[in-house]
């Protein structure tokens, strides 16, 4: 079954600015989905939509087979969004939040599950504090607390793992393939792309409000990851008109690996052989050399049209390792 | 709006979460929501105690003092609802904690009667909190306790759906600001609390009568001295009908998301 089925969703800001330009997006039920895209390609503006925090210009959304406009209430009971924006009530601790975040939801504060919430997020230690004591990483674990408290089906996390360190971030994501082992659906979006990688079984890129792809995980991987070769030389290396010319079967480019040499989707000994061979007719015997398979972050930047190696900058976030 | 099944047509556990939500707000600061007001009013009181003596309010049968006590507290209740909803959804947008509200499964019906309902339970706090710490200076009478909960309810009502608006308008502190000190602050000192309409010339009289809060003023007053300038039961309707107009106003801006969604 499809948990959430988008269709035709557009959003013009009344600057004109154009965020969202007709996606269609089919998200399984029980999958677990990334949806990247560069820094103002409008993954927020498609997760605010669903939070109803932006209202969509156009198009329609249906949540296990319920519409979002006209059954906004069934909806809204069963997604739990975790914002990029930290904000709590001054006023309240981190148990006072949740047991508030649960009845506004329709659901009698259920403490046992608050709970297991708070000390499933090591929160337990801090319930009785006031939010304002606690540290960046508390407050954004106690959002993710705080998007679980009603038990959505869906569960939503825009960057949830921005600024929160190494340790923390792998015990947020086993508690996500928990919680998603268990049936909940959730759509990520990050810029730790090797998270993304490792985690979805799913993946759509959008960008400049566009959707650019949608598939799952494996045939992405399958259909539009290829594999390279890569040659390390401890001279200087050019990439002259005449040796392009050679290698055009194998696109070369030069990168911080060295010289790269694309052997196509399907890896197969023949190709390597062949471009082994018309790298050392070029250029000589190599340092060191091997064979690559692009990853998620290579095939984002392939498709985004961002410079190849640049890495991604993640914005106010230091804390990544 | 389909409901797709009785349970979760209304969502009773969420409007009664987000107005205790609203009432625990105001209490976890009392010194300043309801401490404070009811000093201010006290220092008032004591000022024009002093200032007037005992002098009789002109064309009535009453001394200053008594005359002032219910224009003050019915004051510091305009002022209390008015700041309860305002501020809490002014900080909600500027610390950006107002998504949460948007993002709940509330409707707008159900938002509006929670910050209202919370407005008015400020608004009588304060009221009670200052007539109970007065009662052993002044004689107080209730003497049309209907009148007196019917103005008290419906006042409350009115200026905390004026601070639900202006809430949603502003967009930031000193837009509130703006709206408190230049609109509610101007209309309620000068609505009848400090003086009875009949000592201003009359173009002077004229204009209060044009002033809403006199009419709120000044029916709270009668419900304790039995009289005032104005009759309390024909502008009954006129209030009843005001909060009415501002609750709907309030459940028509938050359906809309103006200015709450972009």
Known sequence: MTALAINGLSKFYDNGNQALCDVSLDIPEGSFYALLGPNGAGKSTLINILADTVRASSGAIMLFGHDMLTERSWCKRRIGVVPQEVAFDPFFTPREVLAFTSGMFGCRPDFDWIDALLARLELIDHAKKNTRQLSGGMRRRLLVAQALVHRPKLVILDEPTAGVDVELRRRLWDFMRELNAAGTTILLTTHYLDEAEELCDHVAIIDRGKLLTARPMQEMMREIASSYLWLNYDKPVELSADVVEKLVDFEPRLSDEGVCLKLGRQQNGSTFHRAYQAAVASFGAPLDAGVRREDLEDVFLRLTGKPEHHHMVDEGNNASD | ?262
């Open chain 2, 1 to 262: 709006m389909r409901p797709i099944n009785a349970d979760e047509s209304i969502n009773i556990i969420g409007a009664w979460t987000l107005f205790t939500r609203e009432v625990r707000r105001f209490l976890k600061v009392k010194m300043q929501t309801i401490v404070t007001p009811a000093l201010t009013a006290m220092l008032y009181l004591v000022i024009f105690r002093y200032a007037m003596g005992t002098r009789q309010v002109p064309g009535m049968a009453v001394d200053y003092f008594s005359f002032l006590v219910p224009g003050l507290a019915m004051m510091a209740m305009l002022q209390n609802a008015f700041a309860n909803t305002s501020s809490s959804i002014i900080m909600g947008k500027v610390m950006g904690m107002h998504i949460y509200l948007l993002m709940a499964p509330l409707s707008a019906i159900e938002v509006v009667v929670a910050f209202l309902a919370a407005a008015v339970v400020r608004a009588l706090v304060v009221a009670v909190v200052f007539l109970a710490v007065l009662s052993p200076f002044v004689d107080l009478h209730l003497l049309h306790p209907e009148v007196i909960l019917l103005y008290g309810l419906c006042g409350s009502i009115i200026m905390g759906g004026l601070g639900l608006i202006g809430g949603i308008w502003a967009r930031d502190f000193d837009h509130v600001a703006m709206v408190s000190n230049f609109v509610i602050l101007p209309l309620t000192f000068l609505s009848g609390v400090f003086y009875s309409v009949k000592q201003l010339p009359p173009l002077w009289q004229q204009i209060n009568h044009a002033n809403p809060f006199f009419y709120l003023i000044d029916g709270f007053r009668y419900g304790f001295l039995g009289t005032g300038d104005t009759d309390p039961y024909a502008s009954m309707l006129v209030v009843i009908a005001t909060a009415l107009i501002t609750t709907l106003v309030c459940w028509q801006l938050w359906r809309t998301g103006w200015r709450m969604k972009e």
